[in-house]
């Protein structure tokens, strides 16, 4: 029997990937990278998973704003909204699950660098709303009791969107406010999601969907559902089984 060798790499770079026989991901700026260097390469997506649904049915979401992932040098725009909206909400319910060093690191080169400073990592606004890191089921509980998830990509996408916090807050029924860019699959922003293009509107639409949450939690549904419909389990496999297929 023949044997290949697919990987799922959604990062720029990817040297490293020249042994497999085929690399895929959503992101066709990464793709475009990797043909360049000679790689084979082929579209593939992140699914609707099915225990979402039941996630998704929640109507109790006592917690207004919510997100989980990375805080980090490298997600400079995520780090500063974060903080933002942080400030901003100090009245609501928000619910931040971070992955983040505990301690700052000495400015220098060599074994100095490697120093922690006593000085904490998270600024204060985010120490305040903050928790330990959640993935998983765990993540989809907080997503499901949520009435907005926040996401924001990395600088790396370079306007592409759909990384998996899309999958599962949208999946789990929440509202998600999201950076503007290029959505895949039908996804629709004001329909499935609401987007932002800055800070001040990331605020405006939070606001927003916080003052109007009743009209407003028909999105999360609206997005589900879609989601469920397009990007089910099924749909995933025979893809997976096509790419499996091509020489």
Not at 67 to 76: L, P, Q, R
Not at 174 to 200: N, Q, W
Request: include cysteine; charged fraction near 25%; aromatic fraction near 12%.
């Amino acid at each position: 029997m023949c044997q290949k060798k697919i990987c799922w790499h959604a990062a720029p770079g990817g040297d490293d990937l020249q042994g497999y026989d085929l690399r895929v991901c959503n992101c066709p700026p990464f793709m475009r990278e990797w043909e360049a260097k000679g790689m084979k390469t082929a579209w593939f997506s992140p699914s609707h998973d099915p225990i979402m649904s039941d996630f998704a049915r929640n109507d109790d979401r006592p917690i207004d704003i919510s997100f989980a992932g990375t805080y980090s040098a490298a997600h400079v725009a995520r780090n500063r909204l974060l903080e933002t909206i942080a400030e901003a909400f100090t009245e609501r319910r928000v619910e931040f699950r971070l992955v983040y060093p505990k301690w700052k690191r000495m400015p220098f080169d060599g074994i100095l660098g490697k120093l922690p400073l006593p000085i904490y990592y998270l600024p204060k606004p985010l120490r305040r709303v903050s928790k330990g890191p959640l993935f998983g089921r765990p993540s989809y509980e907080l997503f499901s009791r949520s009435k907005i998830v926040i996401n924001a990509h990395g600088e790396i996408t370079r306007g592409y969107r759909g990384n998996m916090r899309c999958f599962e807050a949208i999946g789990c029924g929440a509202c998600m406010v999201s950076d503007a860019g290029e959505y895949s699959r039908g996804l629709m922003p004001g329909i499935h999601f609401e987007t932002f293009k800055d800070e001040a509107e990331a605020i405006s639409k939070i606001e927003m969907i916080l003052r109007h949450w009743e009209e407003k939690r028909e999105m999360g549904r609206k997005g589900s559902e879609h989601l469920k419909a397009t990007l089910s389990k099924s749909w995933q496999w025979d893809l997976f089984q096509q790419l499996a297929s091509l020489q």
